[in-house]
Structure formats: structure tokens, C-alpha cells
């Protein structure tokens, strides 16, 4: 995007040639993307492409020229034709409500607003800022949009949901094979292990993850939104995405975020009641909960597993990975394609009117629906066993959660097979599980078979 000031023109409604920008930004190949060479380092932000503007012929006749250039994807993407569009703004007598500005000047009126209003979207344009209103506005044509293509949104995180990364002095001598295994980030779509060059570091992609995003792109308007830095990003979207398909500028680091070690939806350009979020890390999201389905961790390398505490191998230290056909991805995959029938296919009423969240909240409550679970020697003592998130997530999935034992009970949860309510379990017939088998439950949206979750004889005095 070009501003320069230029002679008057009459022109109007400004706001629709902006989101036609914003389109064109989002759903098409971005030249403003950094080459290779441009990205350094993971812990640098890229340059963008220079913006200039006439000080001193803006000051004169406030007014501005915006130049856009839209590029038609060849796939069939819904972005115009190759095209150049003048948009010219005189401001007359009319109180301008600026609502966009770029490196704090309001396209509009070209005035100089010297404080930050609205919302930063760096991420489609270095320095550009929406206003409060403007952002609603597009949020709500977009959404009719999408919802007319049968189309939701689905935010994506990076680490440990779509892919594993590790500094290369960070590899343990049992991970040094490696160095000879990965692939040429010439050919991506062929590979899943990169070394790349301008950043000392591994990446390992989740297994299934190009399936996943290819049929995921069918159902959703896809976001990338890491904690990570905006270089660490470009360069991991690279990875996923080498043909700019999924996302294009839809790329948001921490740099973007508007709250420090948060993410937040603020910066979406899309409506909470119809976004998606996959992330391993609840905590994440503290504002939006209803919108996330929770990931299992991917730890492919050792340092991903000592990040975590984890006292175990990683996969790449046992020479192993998660299945394509059975793993994480692959799972999550059929939730979504779920969740999105339920959506448009399943639920009475105006499409206007349906929230995700709801859906979403529905199948998970689903997934053991019919049990009813004890949990015993698992909490602390003197806890509110009802406050423990073992217990929220049981009824989350559906389960009734009780205190004490009838035969009404079909699951007691424990670690020890010694403990009184254990005993019990055994002899009434009852199902006797693990706590993992919950967890698996969650991460996988289906319930485990039970006897692949035992409970082992502990050291609990009976």
C-alpha cells in the first residue's frame, strides 16, 4: 500500500473501498511478506516495504490518495481481479470519526492523530491502526460473507500444536541423527524435519498437518497467532503454507497482541461467535475459553519436554512419532468437521443468530455423556474437590461427577488400585481408570477404551 497526498477529487464512502483493501490484504498473496535473506534472526521484526507521503502537501490540502492493487488468486480465490483502485477523500464540513489511520495519521482526513486509538493491525500493514466502530463494521460484513461461503474461522497456534521447534545447541546427543535426516526447504509440501539457515534452529512438523490444513481450509478462514516473534511466524507460515493458500497475511506474533503473555481476539478481524481457536496452552486465552479446544502438547524434541518438566523421552529420542492416521491433528480434524455440520447443517434458525461457541460446547458434553465418575486418593486433601480441574473437565465432557459411591457409579478415577473406593470398583464390576483417561478423553473428543488406562497397586495406605 502506497499513501501520497494528490489535487482534490470528489469521492465517498471510504469505509467500503478501506475493507476492500483489508480483503485484498488478507485473502491475497502479500508482496509486503520479507524474503528469506530479510528475516535474520527469530528474535529481529522484518522490515516492511517503505510508505511515503508529502508532509508538507498534506498539511496543505488534507487529503489522501490510496492506491490499492488486489491480486486474483489463480486457485479461485474470492478476491477481485487484478485492478488499481483511487481512492480520494475531500473533507468537507462533516466531522471525520477516523476510523482507520496509518502511522497515526487517519486515512480519511489525513489529520495527524497524535495519540493511539483502536486496534493496531500491524500484521496486515506495519503502522496501521482501526478504529473501535470500523473494526465492528468489518467484522460484521465479513461475517456475512464467510457465513454465506459456509465458511468459519479457526485460529491457529504454532508450538506444540501444529509443529515442534529447538535451538540446534539445544539437541541432546541422542538427537544428533537428526542433522542428517531433515529436509530441503525447497521442496516443503515433501517434508516435516527443516534445519533453516537464517535461524540456528530444528523444526519438526506435526504429523498430518498438511492433510490438516488443506481440508481445514475447506470449512474455515484460517489465522496463525504464536507468542512467538513476527520473524519466528513468517518464517513458520513459510513452512506450513509455501504457496500462501491458508493464510497470507493472516499471521499474528506477539508483536501484535495487544496484552503482554495473552492472546486475545481483539485483533481478529472476525467475530468471536463464529471463531475457533486450537492451542495448547489454556492460559493463553483467558478471555475466550468458550472459543478453544485445548491440544495436546506435541514434543518431538527433548528441550519441548524439559520446557514442560517433563521426565521422559521425546518422540525424536525414541526414534518415533504420532500417527498420521490416529494422532492429535487427525482427531481434532474430525471434531471440526463436526462441530461445522452441526453448524450449518444441524441447528435451526438464522445463520446471524448461531454461535460456535454453543456448538462447540455441545459436542464436547457429548463425549461421556452416561457416566458417572468417583474420583478417589486424586485431589488434596481438605480441597473443594468440585474447584479441581480434573473434575471441571469430567463434566465439561458430559460426565456427573459424584462424592460418594452407589451403583449407579460407573467409573472410579484414581492412581492407586489400594484405595478403598479402588477395592469397591473391582468387586461391584465397575469400570476402575486411570486420571489420564479423562485427559485423553479431552484431547482426543472421544472416549478411550477403559482398559487401556489401569491403575497400578501404589503405596496408599487403605
Not at 4 to 18: E, R
Not at 81 to 89: A, L, S, T
Not at 113 to 132: A, D, K
Amino acid at each position: 500500500m502506497r499513501i501520497v497526498t494528490d489535487s482534490p477529487v470528489h469521492s465517498s464512502s471510504s469505509g467500503d473501498d478501506f475493507a476492500a483493501y483489508l480483503d485484498a490484504e488478507l485473502d491475497s498473496g502479500s508482496s509486503d511478506s520479507p524474503s528469506d535473506e530479510e528475516v535474520e534472526a527469530y528474535n529481529i521484526e522484518p522490515d516492511e516495504d517503505a510508505e511515503d507521503y508529502d508532509d508538507h502537501e498534506s498539511e496543505r490540502t488534507k487529503r489522501l490518495k490510496v492506491e490499492v492493487q488486489d491480486v486474483l488468486d489463480p486457485e479461485g480465490s474470492t478476491s477481485p481481479v487484478v485492478m488499481e483502485k483511487n481512492v480520494e477523500v475531500s473533507v468537507g464540513k462533516d466531522i471525520c470519526t477516523h476510523p482507520a489511520s496509518y502511522q497515526n495519521m487517519c486515512i480519511v482526513c489525513g489529520k495527524d492523530l497524535n495519540f493511539e486509538s483502536g486496534v493496531s493491525v500491524g500484521y496486515i500493514q506495519q503502522g496501521l491502526r482501526l478504529g473501535n466502530d470500523e473494526m465492528v463494521r468489518i467484522r460484521k460484513a465479513d461475517l456475512k460473507d464467510l457465513l454465506h461461503r459456509k465458511k468459519l474461522y479457526l485460529v491457529l497456534d504454532l508450538d506444540h500444536t501444529l509443529l515442534n521447534s529447538t535451538l540446534l545447541t539445544r539437541l541432546t546427543l541422542e538427537e544428533e541423527y537428526l542433522k542428517g535426516q531433515t529436509d530441503s526447504c525447497q521442496d516443503i509440501p515433501k517434508g516435516s524435519l527443516f534445519q533453516l539457515d537464517s535461524m540456528p534452529m530444528m523444526t519438526k512438523l506435526r504429523p498430518f498437518v498438511h492433510t490438516f490444513l488443506k481440508e481445514a481450509s475447506e470449512m474455515f478462514e484460517m489465522y496463525i497467532y504464536t507468542m512467538g516473534d513476527r520473524a519466528y511466524a513468517l518464517k513458520m507460515a513459510r513452512l506450513l503454507d509455501p504457496s500462501g493458500e491458508y493464510f497470507n497475511a493472516k499471521v499474528i506474533s506477539r508483536d501484535d497482541g495487544t496484552q503482554k503473555h495473552q492472546k486475545g481476539l481483539d485483533v481478529v478481524l472476525g467475530d468471536e461467535s463464529a471463531i475457533l481457536i486450537l492451542d495448547d496452552t489454556e492460559s493463553a486465552w483467558p478471555m475466550h475459553k468458550d472459543n478453544l479446544i485445548l491440544m495436546d502438547r506435541y514434543h518431538f524434541f527433548a528441550s519441548s519436554c524439559q520446557q514442560f518438566g517433563l521426565k521422559c523421552k521425546s518422540l525424536s529420542q525414541m526414534n518415533s512419532d504420532e500417527s498420521e492416521i490416529e494422532g492429535v491433528l487427525s482427531s481434532v480434524l474430525r471434531v471440526l468437521r463436526q462441530i461445522h455440520h452441526v453448524f450449518f447443517d444441524e441447528l435451526d434458525g438464522n445463520l446471524d443468530n448461531k454461535d460456535v461457541r454453543q456448538v462447540l460446547k455441545m459436542v464436547r458434553s457429548e463425549i461421556l455423556k452416561g457416566c458417572k465418575i468417583v474420583f478417589s486418593h486424586v485431589f488434596p486433601i481438605k480441597c473443594h474437590a468440585d474447584e479441581q480441574p480434573l473434575w471441571i473437565m469430567a463434566e465439561q465432557l458430559g460426565a456427573t461427577c459424584s462424592k460418594e459411591l452407589d451403583l449407579s457409579v460407573t467409573h472410579v478415577v484414581s492412581e492407586d488400585a489400594r484405595t478403598e473406593k479402588s477395592r469397591w470398583a473391582v468387586k461391584e464390576k465397575k469400570f476402575l481408570v486411570h486420571p489420564r483417561w479423562i485427559e485423553a478423553a479431552n484431547f482426543l473428543w472421544q472416549k478411550q477404551p477403559e482398559e487401556n488406562f489401569p491403575v497400578a497397586r501404589g503405596t496408599t495406605d487403605p
